[in-house]
């Protein structure tokens, strides 16, 4: 089993940064390719980033390349998303995933076994 708690969403101005973390409790961690997703407000929950399990192959959804990162700590149980430039169009519930057994980035909803329960991030214009 693992568990997700994911902490630091809150309200921005465009063009500010927040950083996201995600930490997880359980014994799968570091053997499972790690992601967040984000849903806004009536849309469907999308991709935005994903990490392998050593942290050294990622990959990002287009609208957020370039602004956003996601790393990982192993040690610390804990995959991170730094946030940056962010746009009233990233305001979303934004939710850490894990996707046991993946050992690359993957940026498939399928994929993702075990879910945070999400934090909201708002971003005013």
């Known amino acids: 089993q693992v568990q997700l708690v994911e902490s630091g969403g809150g309200l921005v101005q465009t063009g500010g940064s927040l950083r996201l973390s995600c930490a997880a409790s359980g014994r799968i961690f570091s053997s499972s390719a790690m992601g967040w997703f984000r849903q806004g407000p009536g849309k469907e929950r999308e991709f935005v980033a994903s990490i392998s399990t050593r942290g050294s192959h990622t990959s990002l959804a287009d609208s957020v390349k370039g602004r956003f990162t996601i790393s990982r700590d192993n040690a610390r149980n804990t995959v991170y998303l730094q946030m940056n430039t962010l746009k009233p169009e990233d305001t979303a519930v934004y939710y850490c995933?894990?996707?046991?057994?993946?050992?690359?980035?993957?940026?498939?909803?399928?994929?993702?076994?075990?879910w945070g329960q999400g934090t909201q991030v708002t971003v005013s214009s």
């Open positions: 995933a894990a996707a046991s057994g993946y050992l690359f980035a993957t940026p498939l909803f399928r994929n993702y076994d075990y």
